[in-house]
């Protein structure tokens, strides 16, 4: 259900002054459920809010529904980032304040955020982490442009008109790197999975 707070009709936010008094709360609030700290939630909205400003030339042009959307998937790979971060460095498993919430509403929405679903059994856990790291791996082996491309198209879900002006390059470029982009994951990954088609995400739009 959205929250009451968001809602306000379809038409697109005027300034980013706006979309930060409309949104900022409501992140704060994402990563309160995630059971982040404060201080460190607030850090983690301001960079989702950073991120956002360098994108609003693009993203102004949202409707609400879209812009909203955006932001909390912009949310969701702060705290998974800095989550990976933090593991990285105690190696134990737990993680003060970005350790996953457990049960309830706030631990479906880290189920859902990690791609793991909850109860999964051991052995399906480490084959989606293997899965991710196979992904990263053939990330990196793309172009700069092609993975930066894939990167607007999957992770920002900006549409091939919107990664266009975001890399100042022809629509009909990013058109290519999508679809070469995509074909060249599918051939890294085959060897692994049966199934990589579902770990490309993104619509062939316009």
Known sequence: MADPELLGGDHP????????KRYYG????FF???QVSDPDGE???QETFKKAFEQWPIIRRFDRARLEKWIFIVARNEFL???RQERAKKRSGVVAGLEGPGEGPAGRVWADAQGIAAGRPPDE?????????????????L???MRTCLIYRVRDDFTIKETARAMGIAEGTVKAHWHKGKKA?????RPYFSDTEMLIRGEDDE
């Open 13 to 20: 936010i005027d300034t980013f002054e706006e979309a930060f």
């Open 26 to 29: 409501a992140v704060v609030r």
């Open 32 to 34: 309160r459920r995630m």
């Open 43 to 45: 850090e983690l909205a």
């Open 81 to 83: 980032m800095r989550y």
């Open 125 to 141: 856990a480490l084959l989606e982490k293997e899965r991710k790291e196979r992904l990263h791996q053939a990330l990196r082996s």
């Open 143 to 145: 172009p700069e442009q």
């Open 185 to 189: 994951l599918e051939d890294a990954l």
